[in-house]
């Protein structure tokens, strides 16, 4: 049990209140049931105080006080006696000085319940009861008042209670439970209290600094990244001036040296004119995930740079391959020219030929894929003919229509001179797909129709295959006609 005095009181007892009952007991009994039931107050948690308003002198005993400081006396003036009482809640400082003015010039006794923090930050309900006494009863001077009394922790019996008409604290005390800091910033006094697990973040098993709020606000200043400050402290003036949400990262020193990523989010609480008094909020080490992140943001380099090696070489190696089929697709274009070649060998010429020609397609299947995958491919814009392109694709497409007894027929409706702006390659693969997918799709005897068709818009050119079934029907056979459309101001 710890106790200190000053030496006006050393020897002196502390001073209960006495009952009625009491009141006829002799001077040993009295003193002995004093002690005893001041040994039953120590009993249970709770401490006892004595205080001396004029004098300023006080005496306290029990291990309560050791909760909220190292010396007894310094826990009851941040509780009780002192100026700032710096160790109670903000809300609740105003009517603990008013209730001891009161007190030390009338006299009485009172019976209060307040918040308060200890060292770490965490908070406790407390009841504080006890009775003013004249002085001179006590040996000091007529006319002043003793106040004796004791404190108790009734934070089981209260919080429940308190938490209840606080809808918004509950969420916060559960998020302390998988280990998210919980802080609170009183805007009126500029002061702002962590808990413990704020303080783990950080390496701390508890607070480093006193119990002074604002000593832990600059201690947790000191600990933040100087380039990340700015933004964490406009994000705060934001919430509180202009309602904006309050969700900010920034980065803090661990005690061991390196850096921890916290997410700060918060509510502020606001009195009946709409005035902002406090802000409740948490913070959550998101350490983990932004290392996460930033491996993910590696490998993502790492597999971009991989991808421009390997569009790099597909592009390298096309090229490459491009050069010897052209040399072989030359040399049996120019034997191909030889009047004395037999049949036979002019066949395997033109076999010769329709592969290398087929592997140079190939190749430009790769280049067109490594386009593709560095994001390179873009339209060839230029002046061409459709009438003429639609023919090439026609020729190519009559083997696959005579295989499928389908007739295709070409109608360019006397636009053969006509030039569109078009890509000619993308052109010709449009064309190809639409054509023959109404070959391949076709009934066999049916009829694929291929026409042109200015529109009265300026665009570019387009296709679109009709089936037959969009029109009605006169004969069994199944009709599919496919419309090439441009804009006149294309077009001449």
Not at 88 to 115: C, M, P, T
Request: proline residues 5%; charged residues 25%; hydrophobic residues 40%.
């Amino acid at each position: 049990m710890s106790q200190s005095s000053t030496p006006e009181l050393r020897g002196l007892p502390l001073q209960l209140a006495a009952t009625e009952e009491l009141s006829a007991l002799e001077p040993v009994q009295l003193a002995r049931r004093a002690t005893y039931l001041q040994s039953l107050l120590l009993d249970v948690d709770c401490g006892l105080w004595e205080w001396h308003p004029r004098t300023g002198r006080q005496s306290v005993q029990g291990d309560f006080w050791s909760t909220f400081a190292k010396d007894g006396r310094e826990a009851l003036a941040g509780l009780w006696t002192g100026d700032e009482l710096h160790l109670v809640h903000s809300d609740d400082r105003d009517k603990l000085l008013v209730l001891r003015r009161r007190i030390s010039n009338q006299g009485g006794s009172f019976d209060i319940a307040f918040r308060a923090y200890d060292g770490v930050g965490q908070l406790y309900w407390l009841r504080l009861w006890g009775k003013a006494l004249n002085a001179a009863d006590c040996g000091g001077e007529p006319g002043e008042f003793l106040l004796i009394g004791s404190c108790a922790d009734y934070t089981e019996t209260l919080s429940v209670r308190y938490l209840s008409n606080l809808p918004g604290e509950r969420p916060l005390q559960a998020l302390a439970g998988v280990g998210d800091g919980l802080w609170e910033w009183d805007l009126r006094a500029d002061e702002v209290v962590l808990d413990s697990a704020c303080w783990a973040m950080l390496g701390y098993e508890h607070s480093p600094v006193d119990s002074d709020a604002r000593t832990a606000l600059s201690h947790w200043k000191s600990r933040m990244l100087p380039e990340d400050f700015p933004s964490a402290e406009q994000a705060m003036k934001d919430h509180v001036r202009e309602q904006l949400p309050l969700d900010v990262e920034f980065r803090l020193w661990h005690r061991d040296g390196g850096i921890v990523w916290v997410r700060c989010r918060g509510q502020a609480q606001r009195n009946s004119k709409g005035e902002p008094v406090r802000v409740l909020g948490v913070l959550q080490d998101i350490t983990g995930n932004r290392e996460a992140l930033a491996r993910a943001e590696r490998e993502l380099r790492q597999l971009r740079q991989e991808n421009a090696n390997r569009t790099d070489l597909l592009f390298s190696l096309s090229h490459e391959l491009r050069t010897p089929l052209n040399a072989i697709l030359g040399y049996s274009q120019m034997v191909e020219l030889d009047q004395s070649l037999n049949p036979d060998q002019r066949q395997r010429l033109g076999e010769i030929r329709r592969a290398g020609q087929h592997l140079l397609h190939l190749v430009g299947d790769v280049l067109e894929l490594a386009r593709i995958d560095s994001h390179r491919l873009a339209p060839s814009m230029e002046p061409m003919q459709p009438a003429a392109l639609v023919a090439d694709c026609r020729r190519l497409l009559e083997p696959l229509a005579e295989t499928r007894r389908v007739s295709l027929i070409f109608e360019p409706l006397g636009w053969e001179s006509a030039f569109i702006c078009a890509d000619p390659v993308r052109f010709k693969q449009v064309v190809l797909n639409l054509a023959g997918n109404a070959v391949k799709y076709n009934r066999e005897n049916g009829r694929v129709v291929i026409n042109f068709a200015p529109r009265r818009r300026a665009g570019c050119a387009s296709a679109s295959w009709i089936p037959a079934r969009a029109f009605p029907r006169k004969s069994a056979q199944r009709s599919s006609s496919l419309s090439i459309a441009w804009g006149r101001k294309r077009g001449r």
